[in-house]
């Protein structure tokens, strides 16, 4: 890449590269394009886990009007992992990504990395799991 005023590599007393420097006024031009580039790139580099929305279990819970004893329990129909109950599970194989009182609750596998459905219906639960379609986590 060409070197200007504009955008300059900065090196260290020892020569080691170690930043790059963009002046203003490029910024300030191009700050609506870099700064999304930019923050999906953070996002690869130090990824920032949103936390679990455990509230919405709560909810969940305190609606529970199945025909069935309350359960915590997910497999993965993907790589059968499985917990009788993510909430109290040391190993939380399953990260909790939220519930509706609906009866929908959605985790991903933790050793593979599959969305998990559990969807309590009246008298009965069902699981469905799918794999993220690149592949990554
Ligand atoms: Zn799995």
Redesign the pocket.
């Known amino acids: 890449m060409a070197h200007s005023d504009h955008y300059l590599p900065l090196y260290d007393k020892k020569g080691n590269f170690y930043a790059v420097m963009l002046s203003a006024e490029l910024w300030n031009k191009y700050r609506h394009k870099l700064e999304p580039l930019i923050e999906g790139m953070l996002e690869e580099i130090e990824p920032v886990e949103k936390p679990e929305p455990l509230h919405e279990w709560d909810e969940f819970k305190q609606y529970w009007d199945f025909k069935y004893p309350y359960n915590a329990r997910v497999e993965?129909g993907?790589?059968?992992?499985q917990t009788e109950d993510w909430t109290t599970d040391p190993n939380k194989p399953f990260r909790f990504r939220g519930a509706q009182i609906s009866g929908l609750a959605v985790f991903q596998?933790k050793?593979?990395?599959?969305t998990?459905r559990k969807k309590h219906f009246k008298d009965h639960i069902c699981f469905e799991?799918s794999l993220n379609a690149c592949g990554c986590k």
């Open positions: 993965c993907n790589c059968g992992a596998c050793p593979c990395s599959a998990v799991y």
